[in-house]
């Protein structure tokens, strides 16, 4: 029992959840600073995590049905290829087409619980929040291949869950907390197109649209990966500008080493995917190491590590922030 649990975590991928719940954490520590129920914060996080999950499923499903439509796939074939990660259970056969139709539905019915539960306690604006997340999570297969997977991600990790949030914990509307939700959703933002750049050639071979792909090589699109990273930096000024946070949202920067270090290594990869930068101590944790090592998996998961690590740790920060701020 125990291990058919941990098989369907591990596909409903969730080792994706860090992003959601550090963008939790830091309108849940405004909230709960400006005297928000913490309860309800608490409680939205199993609903946001739960929608989170739908949407991994729902993608892979999705994806997996394309997949099968083409008339040159090749199970084995997309088996040895170790970066692709996404519906290999499906792929492999370990889950049945209705199986994952069912486990979604599952996700998607419990975080519908939690909203039916808010809207009974805290009235009409939780059903705008809950819509806008339910549509991005059921829609988000649809909008990555109009090479709009980046706004959905943006719009669910910023207006929608900040919004969101704020709104259950203290019962009212906030533009405050949509620019608050700025700093980790381009962090968030980040993480997903580290992913595409890292996948361009494999998604060129199967004609799948990103925004990455929108550039001649993976060099080029590099360039959307800096300026959000300059997007991620130059936002924290603005809680200081409109008086949301104080100086102590400079404490963020102490990452920018780390950011340079992910952009050099992405440099490194588009020139030769096999290469793994140098392993130092401020890349921890770096979990599953070995194993990955023998699967040839490293030079890739390294870099979503870095990606991963260093939304962490902004994260962190910027909740420590508030809490210097506002505590």
Wanted: hydrophobic share 50%; charged share 15%; aromatic share 14%.
């Amino acid at each position: 029992m125990l291990n058919k649990v941990f098989t369907v975590l591990e596909c409903s991928r969730v080792f994706s959840l860090p992003m959601t719940i550090l963008s939790w954490l830091v309108v849940f520590t405004y909230s709960a600073l400006e005297g928000g129920n913490i309860g309800y914060g608490l409680l939205a996080l199993v609903g946001i995590s739960l929608a989170h999950l739908a949407t991994n499923v729902l993608d892979d499903y999705f994806d997996y049905k394309s997949l099968i439509k083409q008339a040159d796939f090749d199970k084995k074939e997309y088996l040895k290829n170790c970066q692709k990660t996404k519906c290999r259970y499906l792929v492999a056969g370990f889950f049945k087409e209705s199986d994952v139709l069912i486990l979604a539905c599952t996700y998607l019915g419990l975080a519908a619980l939690t909203g039916l539960f808010f809207f009974l306690k805290c009235g009409i604006g939780v059903v705008y929040f809950a819509l806008a997340g339910g549509l991005i999570a059921v829609l988000y297969s649809f909008l990555s291949k109009l090479k709009l997977s980046e706004a959905a991600v943006a719009l669910a990790y910023g207006p929608a869950l900040f919004g969101g949030v704020y709104y259950v914990m203290t019962k009212t509307y906030s533009w405050e907390v949509i620019l608050l939700s700025l700093p980790t959703m381009f962090m968030t933002v980040i993480l997903l197109y580290i992913h595409t750049v890292m996948d361009f050639e494999y998604d060129r071979k199967e004609d799948k649209q990103t925004l990455a792909t929108s550039f001649d090589s993976p060099l080029d699109a590099l360039v959307v990966l800096k300026w959000l990273l300059v997007a991620a930096y130059v936002s924290p000024l603005l809680l200081c500008i409109f008086d949301i946070l104080d100086w102590q949202v400079m404490l963020v920067y102490l990452t920018i080493p780390l950011a340079v270090d992910m952009y050099k290594s992405m440099v490194d990869f588009t020139v030769n995917p096999k290469s793994v930068p140098e392993n130092r101590w401020f890349h921890f944790p770096m979990e599953n190491k070995e194993r990955l090592i023998k699967l040839n998996a490293w030079a890739f998961m390294i870099r979503m590590y870095q990606s991963r690590n260093l939304m962490v740790y902004f994260s962190l920060l910027l909740s420590l922030a508030a809490v210097l701020a506002l505590g």
